[in-house]
């Protein structure tokens, strides 16, 4: 294996067993699932990924941390296709995401084969991007029948066993201006998990709340990190709950890994000066 700051690897962790958060159809906890091989991206003249080479396993939670501008939620767009990547390749549940082979050659990926793989990823954003002319229940029902081709009494059932999840049985009916910025990010959570994806991207969820509301969204989080065995890959300067959730914490700076391992070493006894410099600001 090479340094850190090339081909990071996540550390095997022992997990109690999970109930199947995701679509049923992943690989074993252990397996990989999501590859970045020599992932760079450019904005111009600035190299926010450079030569990225990392994995998640399935089954982990892996968080992202670092200085704002590191390239954390690059990784996550990139995932999500709202970027593509300069060069190098993204694999998810090993099928390439910007690429497919054709006559044994990577070439561009198109439309179709992109949305079949995306399929396997759900993202909570930032901001919530939430429906507004739709109640609650449909919020979260909208993409699983028109997406996945769910009926409408399925897509129904399992949003309303996830609305429970995230405690907002009593508000099914409300439109999302009758709901707290709280509320609203739970309910973000409901639907990407109606999905059902294989890996769960987390970006910032709580920073658009305000700060009574940030403690009820990170319980409900950690209520499914602990009892799913849904992939979580997680940007976040909560630096309690990076504790509480992950398997392995990566730091970042510059566009590169500097340093990785399980939460328990990382937050107490990191080995680069730049993770302790970074932890110094934000412990």
């Known amino acids: 294996m090479s340094s850190p700051a090339d081909t990071p690897q996540t550390p095997e962790t022992t997990d109690s067993p999970r109930e199947n958060g995701g679509n049923g159809e992943s690989r074993a906890n252990g397996s990989e699932l999501v ?14 990924l450079d030569r990225l080479d990392f994995h998640v396993e399935t089954g982990k939670h892996v968080t992202l941390i670092g200085p704002s501008g590191s390239g954390k939620t690059t990784i996550l767009r990139l995932l999500m296709t ?3 990547p300069d060069e190098g390749t993204i694999t998810v549940d090993g099928d390439h995401l ?3 082979e054709r006559d044994g050659k990577l070439v561009k990926a198109g439309e179709k084969h992109v949305r079949e793989v995306r399929k396997k990823i759900g993202m909570v954003f930032q ?3 939430l429906f507004p002319n739709m109640k609650v229940l449909r ?4 993409a699983p029948v028109h997406v996945l081709g769910l009926s409408k009494d399925e897509a129904v059932e399992r949003a309303k066993g996830l609305i429970e999840l995230v405690g907002l049985s009593e508000h099914l009916d409300k439109y999302p201006s009758q709901l707290s910025g709280g509320q609203q990010q739970r309910v ?8 059902r994806p294989q890996v769960l991207l987390l970006d910032e969820v709580t920073s658009a709340l305000d700060p009574e509301l940030v403690a009820g969204v990170l319980d409900v989080l950690r209520d499914i990190a602990h009892t799913t065995d849904i992939t979580m890959l997680c940007v ?10 992950s398997d392995c914490v990566m730091m970042f700076d510059q ?23 970074f932890l110094s600001t934000v412990l």
């Not at 919020?139 to 909208?142: C, F, L, Q, R, Y």
């Not at 976040?236 to 959730?245: K, L, N, P, V």
């Not at 566009?255 to 391992?261: A, L, S």
Request: no cysteine.
């Open 236 to 245: 976040t300067h909560e630096m309690g709950f990076a504790r509480d959730i």
């Open 127 to 129: 901001q919530f991007n």
């Open 139 to 142: 919020n979260v029902t909208e």
């Open 188 to 195: 973000a959570i409901a639907r990407a998990l109606a999905m």
């Open 35 to 48: 590859r970045f091989t020599n992932v760079t991206k450019r904005f111009g003249d600035v190299t926010v």
């Open 82 to 84: 709202l970027l593509t």
């Open 255 to 277: 566009g590169r890994v500097v340093e990785f391992g399980p939460p328990d070493k990382m937050f107490s006894e990191p080995e680069h000066e730049r993770t302790r410099e």
């Open 98 to 100: 910007n690429h497919e």
